[in-house]
């Protein structure tokens, strides 16, 4: 089975730092890579997908995340936050062609200081 | 397009007791997830419904069962609630089977006492 990690459980910095969240996935085969996003009081949102081609990915509001096929990683960059970017951050990873089993990691709340 | 809408919001039940959660995906959707959501454990994995058909299941005792109906509606039935069921439920549609994203709907909020 397989299994998602990520390395911090809280993440504090001010406005204009750099954000990298680390994920580290354990599965032989073939995968799709997410990085989901749950703002105080809303539901989870999709930030980015990595499915095939560029292992650099682009997502929305200045985020993106870089597959390393060797590391079993797909970690997540944002070159300088906002407080509005204060969430707690989820990856997950499903097996390809498997249905919508996602397996998530256990999130990384980052809290952005004004 | 109205989004991935739960019903209830918040729910309050007593041990022994059972509920059924209900999901309405975004249009089109035909596969429809449930996850368990809980401080402890994380974001986990229920069931995943595929033009009426469980297609994949999670490692959750048989207490809990979905079903989804032909027009991609689906519902989650928790009976014998035990106090660890408290949880917010999360419910996801996407297009297809695999290979495309979930949209998440705002969860229902279970409370068992």
């Known amino acids: 089975a397989q299994s998602v990690s990520q390395h911090n459980h809280h993440v504090i910095l001010s406005e204009a730092a750099s954000l990298e969240l680390g994920c580290n996935y354990s599965?032989?085969?073939?995968?799709?890579l997410f990085w989901y996003v749950q703002y105080p009081g809303q539901h989870l949102q999709l930030l980015l997908k990595y499915f095939s081609g560029d292992p650099l990915v682009k997502g929305i509001k200045g985020f993106e995340a870089e597959f390393i096929k060797s590391k079993f990683s797909f970690n997540l960059r944002k070159p300088s936050v906002q407080w509005s970017d204060t969430a707690e951050y989820f990856c997950a990873v499903n097996v390809r062609a498997a249905g919508n089993k996602l397996t998530f990691g256990g999130g990384t709340r980052v809290l952005v200081k004004p | 397009k109205a989004g991935v809408t739960q019903t209830p919001r918040y729910l309050i039940k007593t041990r022994g007791q059972q509920v059924t959660l209900s999901c309405s995906p975004i249009s089109g959707h035909r596969s429809v997830s449930w996850y368990q959501q809980t401080p402890g454990q994380g974001l986990q994995f229920l069931f995943e419904y595929f033009s009426e058909t469980q297609r994949n299941k999670g490692n959750f005792p048989g207490r809990f069962s979905g079903r989804q109906f032909s027009n991609s509606r689906s519902e989650m039935n928790v009976s014998t609630l035990e106090l660890g069921d408290s949880a917010l439920y999360l419910c996801?549609?996407?297009?297809?089977?695999?290979?495309?994203?979930?949209?998440f709907g705002n969860g229902t909020r279970l409370t068992v006492t």
């Open positions: 996801a549609s996407s297009i297809n089977q695999g290979d495309s994203p979930l949209h």
């Open positions: 599965y032989g085969g073939t995968v799709n």
